[in-house]
């Protein structure tokens, strides 16, 4: 018998899967970037061909057997990590019987599909009959996750994007955020109702704005030989780590959304692009959770992007890509781009008003699939939660209210927290590397982020899926996850 057998036998098989979820990757983000409707149907039915090909590669006896049996073998560290990431992908296909994946699939394409039209009709009567076909299958999910790993059905949701979490710790994280958030925000509200701001005229054509997201891209370290950047409805950050494709959409009355939707992608990218390459095609080599990428794309975002700092070194390009205007005058474009406003939409929402959106979407969610509320009480706990958190009312705004997502119309529920969690991990992470690099603050006022990227590089994106998030969180910062780091931010900038 050879060395290792078992574990050798895994390895090429899921080389083998990542090739064909390379394939995918790339097929899925010509699909929303580049492919005519006409096309739409038979992309459709060839990834799902090939999700099917992949589930059985994945899924095959034998795979189970070489996972138990390679855990007697004698592997190193990273080769163990791998082992545990194999194990995590395998029980989370493995798990579910065929017939609940596919008409989970079926009624999530099919709820989701007539949510484009329902939510501009605010039809919830027609949405929540399919939502809760979507409900009821989702529960039967996490019923039999929650049975194999031992936790509560919420938890089992919550355990496929960010294992190592619990809805017992986010109730402490989330409710020390209600300890504090809500007064910040009305602190920070009365002090800029004061201030009196000139918003940015347009036309700001696209094409010139897409020079600039690009100019921005260059500055934040972006490969372009190894990514591109693209438009689609929908922003966001596919491909694979050898090629990143990241997107935006334009608005030519509008000129910030567009940058800093392409600064928030750029942060997902660089963690892609910067993945351990020695382990590609394993699952250690994968990015850890949805949070972690999530705190990557807002720490270029939100602690660097909107920085004092950043905005006056993106300024210059600005005034020479669209002119001279008063907007434009540097107090007045820091100000502009650190409002905070809190409204109906969390797409829209500032970084201070961002919580309460995700929060009140976290405490619906984790009722729901534990079987405390049924989707007929969504709309009045919706706006029951909106009212005490922001003060705003959505009876009967549906299509602004719990129908704005596109999360739960495919049966994503557990993923609402990551938002959140990102924000909390970026700002532990950027005064962790502050604390690390004495002369950093002077370096990135000078438009040098050279030993941010490596501090980040070292400490987060070459570890891939090694560590538990719990463990590289405590070896990149000294601590665990905790809030301190969030509320000194938020008063320091909006204070
Ligand atoms: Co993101």
Redesign the pocket.
């Known amino acids: 018998m050879k060395k290792n057998e078992n574990y050798e036998s895994l390895t090429r098989t899921f080389s083998r899967l990542s090739k064909f979820a390379h394939l995918s990757a790339i097929a899925g983000w010509d699909m929303f970037a580049m492919m005519p409707p006409g096309g739409s149907t038979a992309r459709g039915e060839a990834l799902a061909e090939l999700g099917v090909l992949q589930h059985q590669i994945l899924t095959d006896k034998r795979v189970g057997e070489w996972l138990q049996s390679a855990e007697s073998e004698d592997l190193n560290d990273v080769e163990q990590a791998n082992l545990r990431e194999m194990t995590r992908h395998y029980q989370q296909a493995a798990l579910l019987p065929e017939s609940l994946v596919e008409a989970k699939s079926l009624a999530g394409s099919k709820c989701e599909h007539a949510w484009r039209s329902q939510r501009p009709a605010n039809d919830w009567l027609g949405f929540s009959a399919n939502l809760k076909e979507v409900v009821k299958l989702s529960r039967q999910e996490a019923h039999i996750r929650a049975e194999a790993k031992g936790c509560s059905p919420y938890d089992a949701l919550l355990d496929i994007f960010e294992p190592d979490m619990t809805s017992a710790r986010l109730d402490v994280l989330f409710a020390d955020l209600k300890s504090w958030l809500p007064d910040l925000l009305v602190k920070v509200v009365d002090k800029q109702s004061r201030e009196h701001l000139i918003a940015p005229q347009g036309p700001f054509p696209t094409a010139t704005q897409r020079e600039l997201g690009l100019e921005a891209m260059t500055l934040l370290g972006f490969d372009f030989n190894a990514g591109r950047l693209d438009v689609s409805a929908h922003p966001f ?1 596919g491909g694979v780590p050898e090629d990143v494709r990241i997107t935006t959409r334009y608005d030519e009355n509008e000129l910030l959304s567009a940058l800093f939707g392409v600064v ?2 750029t ?2 990218a660089r963690y892609e692009q910067n993945l351990p390459r020695q382990w590609l095609g394993q699952p250690v080599a994968l990015a850890r959770s949805t949070a972690i ?2 705190s990557q ?2 720490f270029f975002e939100m602690q660097l992007g909107r920085s004092d700092a950043f905005l006056k070194q993106l300024l210059p390009a600005i005034v020479q890509h669209f002119g001279p205007q008063p907007a434009f005058e540097e107090s007045n474009f820091i100000a502009w781009n650190q409002r905070v406003k809190p409204g109906f939409i969390r797409v829209d929402a500032d970084e201070v008003s961002y919580p309460a959106h995700v929060i009140l979407r976290y405490e619906i969610e984790r009722a729901l699939i534990d079987g405390d509320i049924e989707v007929d009480d969504i709309p009045a706990l919706w706006n029951e939660k909106m009212q005490s958190w922001l003060g705003l009312s959505t009876e009967g705004n549906y299509q602004n209210g719990c129908m704005q997502d596109i999360h739960w119309t495919d049966g994503g529920f557990g993923y609402f927290p990551s ?1 959140t969690l ?1 924000a909390m991990y970026a700002a532990q992470l950027f005064q962790a590397a502050r604390t690390a690099l004495p002369g950093l603050d002077n370096a990135v006022a000078n438009g040098d982020f050279s030993a941010l990227f490596d501090w980040l590089r070292q400490n987060i994106w070459q570890h891939g899926s090694r560590f538990s998030t719990s463990q590289l969180i405590e070896q990149a910062t000294g601590e665990a996850l905790n809030s301190r780091y969030f509320r000194d931010h938020l008063t320091k900038r909006y204070l």
């Open positions: 950050c928030h992608e942060g997902h990428h999530e794309s807002l938002y990102g």
